[in-house]
């Protein structure tokens, strides 16, 4: 009688394992992130580490146009600039952003607020002709707007593409590195992006990259 269960028991176990489907446990850290806003953080940070270094810092350093290049192209017509330097943002009446490089002497900072800035003359004058932003408060998204792969069709919605441009711009805050004191008077060396509808409009620049000198 036993070894009549034993075969019987032997039996059910084989048709019970041909009928079940064996799945593979996903560890914790292998899930994907949740679709909806909760996953947002998640899905970005992963986008930044695959594309900051690797790629942006990569195509803002090639394209970026001497400053001096940079104001000629504009004077003559920022649609030509546009096409020329620049890549548009989607939408009618949307800025051009463009990629910039340059140095000049900081004759104005601000730095007693979370959104810091220095002027910096470019062209001899004194008076300041380009502003970098050097956050932690970083105003526009050229820096998304530049970038010839993050896609708007590729995001859930409006607010997650807008949680990428502050994610830009934390990020690029946060690389730079300021002299102690007061840098009025240094000579700033400076990679960035910024965006303008017109020729009239100041130039804001979110830099990638500040260097000084005295």
């Known amino acids: 009688m036993k070894r009549i269960i034993l075969v019987a028991a032997c039996l059910a176990a084989s048709f019970g394992l041909s009928a079940c489907k064996i ?18 953080d998640a899905r970005i940070s992963a986008l930044l580490a695959e594309t900051w270094e690797p790629r942006l810092l990569p195509v803002i350093r090639e394209k970026a146009v001497p400053v001096t290049d940079l104001r000629n192209a504009v004077a003559g017509g920022i649609e030509a600039a546009g096409k020329a330097h620049g890549k548009a943002g989607s939408g009618a009446g949307a800025a051009w952003n463009f990629a910039i490089k340059g140095e000049g002497k900081v004759v104005e900072a601000k730095l007693d ?14 008076s300041p002709d380009v502003t970098l932003q050097l956050g932690p408060v970083v105003k ?4 998304r707007d530049f970038s010839p792969f993050y896609d708007f069709t590729n995001f859930r919605d409006q607010i997650e593409f807008a949680k990428l441009g ?8 946060t690389a730079l590195t300021l002299p102690e004191g007061d840098p009025t008077g240094k000579t700033a060396t400076f990679i ?23």
């Open 166 to 173: 502050r994610a830009l711009n934390d990020t690029a805050s």
């Open 113 to 126: 607020s979370r959104a810091r800035t220095l002027g910096i003359d470019t062209d001899g004058d004194s």
């Open 23 to 40: 799945v593979k446990t996903q560890a914790p850290d292998e899930k994907s992130p949740a679709a909806d806003a909760s996953g947002d």
């Open 140 to 143: 526009g998204t050229a820096l």
């Open 192 to 214: 960035g992006v910024f965006a303008i509808r017109s020729a009239s409009e100041p130039w804001l620049i979110t830099p990638i990259s500040v260097e000084f000198a005295q």
